[in-house]
Every structure is written in C-alpha cells, then in structure tokens.
C-alpha cells in the first residue's frame, strides 16, 4: 500500500484559500523528499491558479470545462500525464470552488474502481472566516443568495477536514465562536485553524491529511435541482490581457486599482464578489508575479506577491466570480481595463458564463 500514489483533494468555497494551501502543502511534502503533482480545475480555462502554481516550479496539470465530479476521466488523465513526466507520490487537486458532493462523485470512485493507484486522503474544506461567519449567520455583511449558500453549506457537510483559514487577521475570541459552531453544526468534521498564507499553524493539518484516510461514512443527501441553481446564480469570467506602456509602470499598484475598480462596479450593481483573482506577469524571466486577490464586494484587495521591479509590459490574468450577470462581469472588467492611467490593455482571450448543471460520471453512495 505504501507504494501507492496519495490523492489529496482541498476543497472550500471561492476565494477561501485553496490555491495558498496546496501551495504550501506542496512546499511541505517536497522538502520531505516527496514528489508532488498538481491539478487545477475549473468551469472554463486561462486559470490564475495554473499560473501561480506553475510559477513556484511545480508541475502541474489543468482540467477545465467542468469540476472534477464531471470530468472524472479528464482527472484520470491529468493523474496519467503527471505520471510520465514527474511520477508523483503525492497529487494534490483543487476542485472548482463552486463545486460539491465531491466525496460520493470522485474521492468514492477513485477507491473503489481506482484502489490500486491511489490512497484516497481525507477531504478537507477551506474555510474563509469572514464568510463563513456570514452564511451561518455569526457576522453582519454582504453575502449570497440561499441557493448559493445552499452549496456552501453542502461542501462543510461533507468535509472529513474543516480547515479555517486566514486566522492571522482575526482574533482568537472570534474564531473561537466560530469554531464552536462549525463544530455544532458538522460535527463529522476534524476543525483546524491556521494561516495558509504566513504559514502559521498548518502542520497539524498538514499532518492529518498526509496521514489520513478519506472517511467511509454513507455519503451525504444533496438536491441537485438547488445545487445547479445555486452554481448557475454565479457568473464566471477568465480572460487574459497583454499590459503595455511607453514608460515603466508599478504593475502591483495597477492590479490594486484595477481590483478596486471592478470591487466597486461590481458592489454598485448590488451583487456580490465570490473571488476576483488576478496575475500579472512581467515574462522578464525572474519568476516573479504581482497577485492580487479580492474576496467580497465590500472587502479590500489583498497584494498576496509582488514584482521587485517596475515594468514596461506584462501578461495579466484575471479570474472573477460572482452573484452576478456574466455579461456585466464581462462589460465592468472592459471598463477597468480602459480606464488604467498611462497603460495599454490588449485582450487576448475572454470568456464568460454561468456554470451548466453538474452531471457525475460516477456517484457512489459509500
């Protein structure tokens, strides 16, 4: 058993952190003398994550056009593709961030069909604290529609692993209301807190997900009538953008402004930010990246990693979800675009939709 390959699978809300922490989870099992690959997913392709991950010297593979529970034999590829260049011991993915009911339509199928590839690790749910104190009615504030927290609710429901991220910007008292009712209310789930991003408390759950096994419980009841109501309530834009001036601009302070742009066209219209995330890539051949990352129409923009230099062109990326039209997605990121002082914007690529009703390839009940 030993000498089969991990499958480890983080999966949370948009904008909860996923992308930090397989990130810093690779890290860790590298510098263990493990090999590590990653799959990305999402509904539609030029993904942010790819690129982040991608730029950290991972190998990685992306599976776009539907979340993991749909596109299973794409999954299976990716494991298969990974295998001939890298041959991992470990894979981590990260499913679509609207996605559920993952344990019954991928971590069930890949045991019973695929057991003899894979050891099917625990599945563990990021969890951003704001957000989650908002749908579980703990925090005033700007939040979703109750077919979209329906799905919110369903992915807690089903965790092995319910990991509260981000806890380097909230006091202790307050996650500890939060903790106790995420306890409450999933009692199934291990709780763990930590800062995926600084690195703060995640060995314990580094431990359990690298050690564990995915649960054997009955899987979890699901109406997918109100889970493709809820992911269809959000509109979905990826688009790629060539950046380029006549005299070297401060990329980190462009996609700021540009994020607080979007944020507040978007809040004007009433509607809610899942995640905006946004790359800018100065292709100098440093490796470095400016990254952006927006969480809720009424929160500020994160600069998560910057460009030492200032630049004179770059390759931006930008991913953005929300409760909201995609062709007011599409029409406010055009806006933003057009309005960048002293920057020309290009598009290269754009693509916006809502996502379509979830059909598995495979459902397993347990």
């Known amino acids: 058993m030993s000498d089969l390959a991990r499958y480890i699978m983080i999966g949370g809300f948009l904008g909860a952190g996923k992308t930090t922490a397989v990130a810093g989870l690779a890290q860790h099992l590298t510098h263990q003398g493990k090999r590590v690959g990653l799959i990305c997913n999402d509904q539609s392709s030029g993904l942010v994550d790819t690129t982040l991950l991608r730029s950290k010297g991972f190998p990685v593979e992306e599976i776009t056009g539907g979340c993991f529970c749909c596109r299973f034999n794409s999954l299976l590829d990716a494991a298969d593709s990974l295998t001939q260049s890298s041959r991992p011991d470990v894979f981590l993915a990260e499913p679509v961030g609207s996605c559920t009911d993952l344990v019954a339509t991928v971590s069930y199928p890949l045991r019973r069909i695929y057991g003899d590839r894979f050891r099917v690790a625990p599945l ?26 329906y799905v919110y609710r369903k992915q807690l429901q089903e965790a092995d692993l319910i990991v509260i991220n981000k806890c380097d910007a909230h006091p202790a008292e307050w996650l500890d209301r939060l903790d106790a009712t995420l306890a409450e209310g999933f009692p199934r789930a291990q709780i763990f807190r930590c800062s995926a991003k600084d690195g703060t408390g995640v060995e314990p759950w580094f431990d359990a997900v690298s050690r564990g096994e995915n649960s054997t419980w009955p899987a979890m009841e699901i109406d997918y009538d109100i889970y493709a109501e809820g992911e269809a309530l959000l509109g979905w834009l990826n688009c790629t953008v060539q950046l380029a001036a006549d005299a070297p601009f401060d990329g980190n302070q462009t996609l700021v402004a540009l994020a607080l742009h979007i944020r507040d066209r978007v809040a004007g219209s009433g509607q809610d930010i899942a995640h905006l995330k946004m790359t800018l890539d100065s292709k100098d051949g440093s490796g470095t990246l400016s990254v952006v990352s927006v969480v809720g129409a009424d929160r500020e923009p994160d600069l998560r990693e910057s460009l030492l230099d200032r630049v004179e062109s770059g390759e931006l990326v930008i991913n953005l979800r929300a409760e909201a039209d995609p062709e007011i997605l599409e029409s406010v990121t055009r806006e933003a675009l057009g309005a960048l002082a002293g920057v020309r914007a290009t598009m290269e690529h754009l693509e916006q939709l809502r996502p379509g009703r979830p059909t598995p390839t495979h459902r397993m009940v347990r």
């Open 124 to 149: 563990s749910v990021m969890v951003d604290p704001m957000r989650a104190a908002r749908i579980l009615g703990l925090a005033e504030g700007r939040s979703f529609s109750e077919k979209v927290a």
